[in-house]
């Protein structure tokens, strides 16, 4: 790779400094020390921010009021980085905080061969409390179903744990959508339209982070009153099942000929799946 100056690091946090410790400490550790830090604490009360700017000096905090979630705290990012004069042979690399790297980690990532102006590259992520190891994801658009990929599969979709490109790449990519997509599907929205732009998605056979898949969200339907399954279902941002986020993302990323037998297929599952909720709440509505 040509001239490759300097890696820029952007790192969503809120409220877990312990966490954001164990992940500084990799930085501290690494042997490529040109890096610059972009953190967005999204509203922390915790001392994160005071303490990572202690820490590292090359740090820019941008902050949020806790609202902002994963594509809040992306797309700040964004909005801040596209405006900065970067050369466009450096690299943007996007993690969160609960993952771990070899101190030869960065050092990997300006010597990945696949790193080039058409090719954003994820680093596989390997669990550290079973034998999963994340390559991205496979979407079957007919039956609008998300398959995690086994080694060497084509993916059609990454996360954005561990997801790198030169800058040039970074801002033909564009921003995220905070709104539409607050936290879950954003990633696989952002990553799906990479095609659309002429870019390849490239799982990195140089790299790899260890991550600590501790659930931050809900990914089963628990709820126990017809409030809080409608509220878990259109509003929260928590449950990785929102019909109203799931619309949004068929609306932002199937192809176009798949958008409305989607997008029909999201609202008759909430439909069969409500029903089945109501059946179950029903003798304790009727004997109020």
């Known amino acids: 790779m040509p001239n490759l100056q300097k890696i820029y690091i952007v790192l969503p946090v809120h409220n877990r400094l312990s966490t954001t410790k164990s992940f500084v400490n990799c930085l501290k550790k690494q042997t490529f020390r040109n890096f610059h830090l972009i953190l967005v604490d999204d509203g922390?009360?915790?001392?994160?921010?005071?303490?990572?700017?202690?820490?590292?000096?090359?740090?820019?905090?941008?902050?949020?009021?806790?609202?902002?979630?994963?594509?809040?705290?992306?797309?700040?990012?964004?909005?801040?980085?596209?405006?900065l004069p970067i050369?466009?042979?450096?690299?943007?690399?996007?993690?969160?905080?609960?993952?771990?790297?070899?101190?030869?980690?960065?050092?990997?990532?300006?010597?990945?061969?696949?790193?080039?102006?058409?090719?954003?590259?994820?680093?596989?992520?390997?669990?550290?409390?079973?034998?999963?190891?994340?390559?991205?994801?496979?979407i079957n658009w007919p039956l609008l179903l998300v398959k995690k990929l086994r080694e060497g599969e084509e993916p059609d979709a990454l996360t954005t744990r561990g997801l790198y490109m030169l800058y040039s790449t970074y801002k033909r990519m564009g921003g995220l959508h905070p709104f539409l997509l607050p936290q879950y599907l954003s990633d696989l929205e952002y990553t799906i339209r990479s095609k659309k732009r002429g870019i390849r998605m490239v799982v990195s056979k140089a790299t790899q982070i260890y991550v600590d898949r501790k659930s931050t969200g809900l990914h089963q339907d628990h709820s126990k009153t017809l409030k809080e399954y409608l509220y878990n279902h259109f509003i929260s941002k928590k449950?990785?099942?929102?019909?109203?986020?799931?619309?949004?993302?068929?609306?932002?990323?199937?192809?176009?000929?798949?958008?409305?037998?989607?997008?029909?297929?999201?609202?008759?599952?909430?439909?069969?799946?409500?029903?089945?909720?109501?059946?179950k709440i029903r003798p304790r509505l009727t004997n109020r």
Do not use: M, Q
């Open 44 to 83: 922390s009360t915790d001392g994160t921010a005071e303490y990572v700017k202690g820490e590292i000096n090359n740090t820019t905090v941008l902050e949020g009021n806790g609202n902002l979630w994963w594509a809040g705290c992306l797309h700040l990012a964004y909005k801040y980085l596209s405006k």
């Open 87 to 138: 050369s466009d042979n450096d690299i943007i690399w996007i993690n969160n905080d609960d993952t771990k790297l070899n101190p030869d980690y960065f050092e990997k990532v300006f010597n990945d061969p696949d790193l080039t102006i058409k090719t954003i590259i994820v680093s596989p992520g390997i669990s550290v409390s079973s034998n999963y190891i994340e390559y991205g994801f496979s």
């Open 239 to 279: 449950t990785a099942y929102n019909t109203f986020y799931w619309g949004n993302f068929v609306l932002l990323a199937a192809p176009w000929k798949y958008k409305w037998s989607c997008f029909v297929l999201v609202y008759r599952r909430f439909k069969k799946n409500f029903l089945i909720f109501y059946d």
